[in-house]
């Protein structure tokens, strides 16, 4: 069983960039799928973006695409969301998930979460 730590989040201006960072312990972040997702006040949980930590297969949100970028460093057992050109409405918390219920997108199919990290992104 995987655990997950979220850190990196912040407050930002709009335009401004944050990098996230997923560090994983108890298994390989190479036997997972790890994604980020992200809730704001009163709204679902939403997909940002996954990896495939063995082959480091991505695919993103459209609403992200182009501006974050998911990556990961199997050495370190870390998972990466570098985020550019931020803007206000990208304001929620952002999650670490893992699953190894092959490619999947929704957040209902990961097991592991981590505790979230909040990023404020201010006009």
């Known amino acids: 069983q995987v655990q997950l730590v979220e850190s990196g989040g912040g407050l930002v201006q709009a335009g401004g960039s944050l990098r996230l960072s997923c560090t994983a312990s108890?298994?390989?972040?190479?036997?997972?799928?790890l994604g980020w997702f992200r809730q704001a006040p009163g709204k679902e949980r939403e997909f940002v973006a996954t990896i495939n930590g063995e082959t480091g297969n991505t695919r993103y949100a459209d609403s992200v695409k182009d501006r974050f970028t998911i990556s990961r460093d199997n050495t370190k057992n870390t998972v990466y969301l570098q985020m550019s050109s931020l803007k206000p409405e990208d304001t929620a918390v952002y999650y670490c998930?893992?699953?190894?219920?092959?490619?999947?997108?929704?957040?209902?199919?990961?097991?592991?979460w981590g505790q979230g990290t909040q990023v404020t992104v201010s006009s």
């Open positions: 108890g298994r390989a972040i190479s036997t997972y799928l």
């Open positions: 998930a893992a699953t190894q219920r092959g490619w999947t997108l929704p957040a209902r199919n990961y097991d592991y």
